[in-house]
DNA sequence: GCAGAGATCAGCT
DNA sequence: GCTGATCTCTGCC
């Protein structure tokens, strides 16, 4: 499977997110391959964007937003969570990240069991937090190249035909964008 | 099936 | 000091 090129992320957030739909992220931990398609996405984008972590300008936490496309932006939240962007943006922004919010597990789903400490497929990766916890996502790999064959990095995927708009979740500012997009498989 | 509490870090309208 | 791009467990308010 083929992985993203870097000029994938070097477009607008919002085309990239929809875009990222139907691919696969891919991690790797030592000769084990965990993977999952990608099957909600949010896009994040600047000034323009209240709900941004990049809105205000940069900090210590969302730094690489403002850095080279096709990175991983691994945060931490709510004093026990972690979540994964791909930083995307076109030329026109000086910041912008996409939000991977669910997965479908397909390799290694017995070592995302473990992680999750469950055995509800459903209930693996069909959250934020979650897929994180299943592929053991962490503030390690905060920065990862994702357009290259690292621990951490997205290939090819499915053909996706029909994908849905909706308001962000979890968010005060910015509601009216929707910028929330998922897939059905 | 749903509401509420708790976990406890980084950043600050 | 409070609030959040969250999840899990509890108890039936």
């Given at each position: 499977?083929?992985?993203?090129?870097?000029?994938?992320?070097?477009?607008?957030?919002?085309?990239?997110?929809?875009?990222?739909?139907?691919?696969?992220?891919?991690?790797?931990?030592?000769?084990?391959?965990?993977?999952?398609?990608?099957?909600?996405?949010?896009?994040?984008?600047?000034?323009?964007?209240?709900?941004?972590?990049?809105?205000g300008g940069m900090t210590e936490r969302n730094k690489v937003m403002f850095g080279q496309?096709?990175?991983?932006?691994?945060?931490?939240?709510?004093?026990?969570?972690?979540?994964?962007?791909?930083?995307?943006?076109?030329?026109?922004?000086?910041?912008?990240?996409?939000?991977?919010?669910?997965?479908?597990?397909?390799?290694?789903?017995?070592?995302?069991?473990?992680?999750?400490?469950?055995?509800?497929?459903?209930?693996?990766?069909?959250?934020?937090?979650?897929?994180?916890?299943?592929?053991?996502?962490?503030?390690?790999?905060?920065?990862?190249?994702?357009?290259?064959?690292?621990?951490?990095?997205?290939?090819?995927?499915?053909?996706?035909?029909?994908?849905?708009?909706?308001?962000?979740?979890?968010?005060?500012?910015?509601?009216?964008?929707?910028?929330?997009?998922?897939?059905?498989?």
């Open positions: 499977m083929k992985i993203l090129p870097r000029s994938f992320y070097s477009r607008d957030t919002i085309k990239v997110a929809k875009d990222l739909l139907g691919k696969t992220l891919i991690r790797k931990i030592g000769n084990k391959t965990i993977s999952g398609i990608i099957t909600e996405t949010e896009a994040y984008r600047y000034k323009d964007d209240p709900a941004s972590h990049a809105y496309v096709g990175i991983a932006y691994v945060y931490f939240t709510y004093g026990m969570h972690y979540c994964v962007n791909a930083v995307a943006k076109s030329d026109q922004y000086d910041a912008g990240a996409v939000l991977i919010r669910a997965l479908k597990p397909k390799e290694s789903v017995k070592t995302m069991i473990k992680n999750r400490n469950t055995n509800v497929i459903s209930n693996l990766t069909n959250g934020p937090a979650k897929l994180t916890q299943a592929m053991t996502i962490t503030k390690k790999q905060y920065g990862e190249d994702l357009s290259k064959k690292s621990n951490l990095y997205i290939t090819e995927g499915l053909k996706v035909n029909k994908i849905t708009a909706n308001q962000r979740i979890g968010i005060k500012n910015g509601v009216n964008k929707r910028w929330n997009f998922k897939i059905e498989i």
